[in-house]
T-cell receptor
Framework: GENVEQHPSTLSVQEGDSAVIKCTYSDSASNYFPWYKQELGKRPQLIID???NVGEKKDQRIAVTLNKTAKHFSLHITETQPEDSAVYFC????????????WGAGTKLIIKP | DAGVIQSPRHEVTEMGQEVTLRCKPISGHDYLFWYRQTMMRGLELLIY????????DSGMPEDRFSAKMPNASFSTLKIQPSEPRDSAVYFC?????????????FGQGTRLTVV
């Protein structure tokens, strides 16, 4: 079955700098890769997703890149702000898994003022 | 739509008691997921339903856990008897399948404490 690994588990960056979180997956049939943000005490919420027919997707300060050959995808946050502090989860999904989301372990992002 | 609604938001119970968590998915969504979140184990899928039918319950930790979805607008997760190690935040999420992949919407979660 699918396995998703996420690194790092904790990331601390200076406000205004960029942050990058990386995930690798094992099932080459996976073709949907969402990223969720979970603020302290709140529910996970989708912030961006990418499908396997696309290599990169951007939405303002966040972007996701996908390398299907290497089976990894990354979340990039530029010009980080205090409100970016949260836990970020990556996930992978495929038709073969009946569209079930397989989750990474999460990255705690800390923005230092 | 008000989103995925879970109740109660917080539950404190004594070891050995029965606990029932409730979830109302977003109208029109045909997938419903129950997750458990702890610091140690992260976000774990317990069970999911498609059109009210349980598809995969391999994540249910043991027979003390059971889940039902009697209709498209309601699901329950029951723990009987509860144990301290069941303490966690339990999330319900729903999504619909529209030509493939769509966003999973989470409820606010139920924080369960078993003492």
């Amino acid at each position: 079955g699918e396995n998703v690994e996420q690194h790092p588990s904790t990331l601390s960056v200076q406000e205004g700098d960029s942050a990058v979180i990386k995930c690798t997956y094992s099932d080459s049939a996976s073709n949907y890769f969402p990223w969720y943000k979970q603020e302290l005490g709140k529910r996970p919420q989708l912030i961006i997703d990418i499908r396997s027919n696309v290599g990169e997707k951007k939405d303002q300060r966040i972007a996701v890149t996908l390398n299907k050959t290497a089976k990894h995808f990354s979340l990039h946050i530029t010009e980080t702000q205090p409100e970016d502090s949260a836990v970020y989860f990556c996930a992978a999904s495929s038709v073969d898994s009946n569209y079930q989301l397989i989750w990474g372990a999460g990255t705690k992002l800390i923005i230092k003022p | 739509d008000a989103g995925v609604i879970q109740s109660p938001r917080h539950e404190v119970t004594e070891m050995g008691q029965e606990v029932t968590l409730r979830c109302k998915p977003i109208s029109g969504h045909d997938y419903l997921f129950w997750y458990r979140q702890t610091m140690m184990r992260g976000l774990e899928l317990l069970i999911y339903f498609n059109n009210n039918v349980p598809i995969d319950d391999s994540g249910m930790p043991e027979d003390r856990f059971s889940a039902k979805m009697p209709n498209a607008s309601f699901s329950t997760l029951k723990i009987q008897p509860s144990e301290p190690r069941d303490s966690a935040v339990y999330f319900c999420a729903s999504r619909y399948r529209d030509r493939g992949f769509t966003e999973a919407f989470f409820g606010q979660g139920t924080r369960l404490t078993v003492v």
